[in-house]
């Protein structure tokens, strides 16, 4: 049960696109599509992004995009906004359990 | 969809505490349920998930046989009992809805500190 290895920090510019990886095994990320990404701003409680790799839940913009290859997934934030600054987390299925990623901030410069 | 957490607090080593959390808005008899905590400044951790009859529990390896997951269907509620709590058990609680291990939905957390 160890954590997904994200990056801990990312940036970028308004209008520029952004990768957050995610790195697991063949035990979780490698071994199921189950993936989901979750946005959190400082104080508040996670939102649901991106879940099973790809999908999005209603009202979450296109500019939010899921994929995986292998043992790693990906979140891809295109048109960077100023409000999607915040910590990212992924999540895999892992046999009966889940496990979460260490996070990755997100700063839009 | 509405989650409410309560009943964190400060808790000595070694102590106990419950955590409730109080659902609406959706169909909870049928829901998987789960808690995920987050430690001061740290990142997300799944605790322990629960099958809508309450018939399966699974637990993260740190807390299990410390911690016990249960549900009250006809009251719409989730709980969290917790024993034998643990300076590193310190952390923001919530309760989410889960489906095919995503959360879909959360509650605003209820915050646990283990301190003497």
């Known amino acids: 049960q160890s954590a997904l290895t994200q990056p801990r920090s990312v940036s970028g510019s308004p209008g520029q696109s952004v990768t957050i990886s995610c790195t697991g095994t063949s035990s979780d990320v490698g071994g199921y599509n189950y993936v989901s990404w979750y946005q959190q701003h400082p104080g508040k409680a996670p939102k649901l992004m991106i879940y099973?790799?790809?999908k999005r839940p209603s009202g979450v913009p296109d500019r939010f995009s899921g994929s995986k290859s292998g043992n790693t997934a990906s979140l891809t934030i295109s048109g960077l906004q100023a409000e999607d600054e915040a910590d990212y987390y992924c999540?895999?299925?892992?046999?009966?359990?889940?496990?979460f990623g260490e996070g990755t901030k997100l700063t839009v410069l | 969809v509405q989650l409410v957490e309560s009943g964190g607090g400060l808790v000595q080593p070694g102590g106990s505490l419950r955590l409730s959390c109080a659902a609406s808005?959706?169909?909870?008899?049928?829901?998987?349920m789960s808690w995920v905590r987050q430690a001061p400044g740290k990142g997300l951790e799944w605790v322990a998930h629960?099958?809508?009859?309450?018939?399966?529990?699974y637990y993260v390896d740190s807390v299990r046989g410390r911690f016990t997951i249960s549900r009250d269907n006809a009251e719409t509620s989730l709980y969290l009992q917790m024993n034998s709590l643990r300076a590193e058990d310190t952390a923001v609680y919530y309760c989410?809805?889960?489906?095919?291990?995503?959360?879909?939905?959360w509650g605003q957390g209820t915050l646990v500190t283990v301190s003497s």
């Open positions: 999540c895999s299925k892992a046999g009966t359990y889940k496990v």
């Open positions: 989410t809805t889960e489906d095919w291990y995503r959360s879909d939905s």
């Open positions: 808005g959706f169909t909870f008899r049928s829901s998987w």
């Open positions: 629960i099958k809508p009859d309450g018939s399966d529990k």
């Open positions: 099973d790799v790809s």
